[in-house]
């Protein structure tokens, strides 16, 4: 009851108080060793289930039309002390979360965790020839996490080759958005089935296919998944998110004015 109690205070004095920012004299950003990987897409393209394999089982994977990320959630890689997974509640969520607040969501848990270096991830699926309104209103929120964000962005095709073909719609999206990116770039662009988690008894081009032939048609296991993403996202750049702390004259509370309340 007490600690409501200091909630309901604080909330109503960050009400009252109206804070006078200027830069702190010791801290101009905050400075990590930490990064995160921000994971775009609709519902049912694979985002969770990717994150799963490296953060755990902690991570809640949906099989239907209904988001299962209600907010955007950090996890911690379960091999890594400075690597983080975030599952965003995308740009095109069922629960119909506009993009400012998306955002902002990030930022403020990127922000708490004291992270500021990151790479996208992009997963797509379903029909991709066509520049349909949610890969749109997605290369537009990516787009929102920088000028830069698309040199450390990995395009993930379910259900696709290593390197995917007719990908026009999601292509023209993310190019009209500042990708400049090729049917060809060996880099940013990745696909695979998931073999541990479907069902191929009825696919005839796995069944007739031997196991050589399988992986260059993209058909992998979970530790082949890890270690293909892996070494994409490898050769992608950092992108740096900037965060300024500044100091209150009034209070003397310290941070990002975005984030301080």
């Known amino acids: 009851i007490a600690t409501n109690k200091l909630f309901i205070l ?51 994977v949906g099989h239907h039309t209904q988001s299962q990320t209600i907010n955007s959630t950090l996890f911690q890689e379960s091999k890594s002390n400075d690597r983080y997974w975030l599952d965003s509640q995308g740009a095109n969520c069922s ?7 998306v955002l902002t969501d990030i930022l403020k848990k990127l922000y708490d965790e004291k992270i500021n270096k990151i790479k996208v991830i992009w997963c797509v ?15 537009k929120f990516i ?12 395009i993930i095709k379910k259900m696709g080759k290593p ?9 023209s999206a993310a190019n009209k958005c500042g990708a400049n990116i090729k049917d060809d770039d060996k880099k940013r662009l990745y696909g695979f089935k998931a073999l541990d988690h479907g069902d191929f008894a009825d696919d005839d081009l796995y069944n007739y296919t031997s ?3 399988h992986m ?12 293909g993403v892996t070494h994409k996202l490898s050769q992608l750049p950092i992108a740096q998110i900037n965060f300024t702390i500044e100091k209150c004259n009034k209070c003397g509370i310290k941070g990002d004015r975005r984030f301080v309340y």
């Open 10 to 60: 604080a909330q109503t004095m960050s009400l009252v108080v109206k804070h006078e920012f200027k830069a702190a004299d010791e801290e101009k950003s905050v400075v990590s060793n930490k990064e995160a990987i921000i994971c775009v897409g609709s519902t049912g393209t694979g985002k969770s289930s990717l994150i799963k394999l490296y953060c755990g089982d902690n991570v809640v």
């Open 95 to 101: 629960s119909g979360t506009n993009d400012a607040k």
């Open 125 to 139: 699926s379903g029909d991709m020839c066509r520049e349909k309104q949610e890969f749109q209103a997605q290369a």
């Open 143 to 154: 787009k929102l996490l920088g000028d830069n964000i698309w040199n450390s962005c990995l």
């Open 163 to 171: 390197i995917p073909k007719k990908m026009n719609g999601v292509l």
């Open 211 to 213: 196991n050589e032939k």
């Open 216 to 227: 260059e048609l993209g058909f992998f296991h979970d530790d082949q998944i890890l270690s």
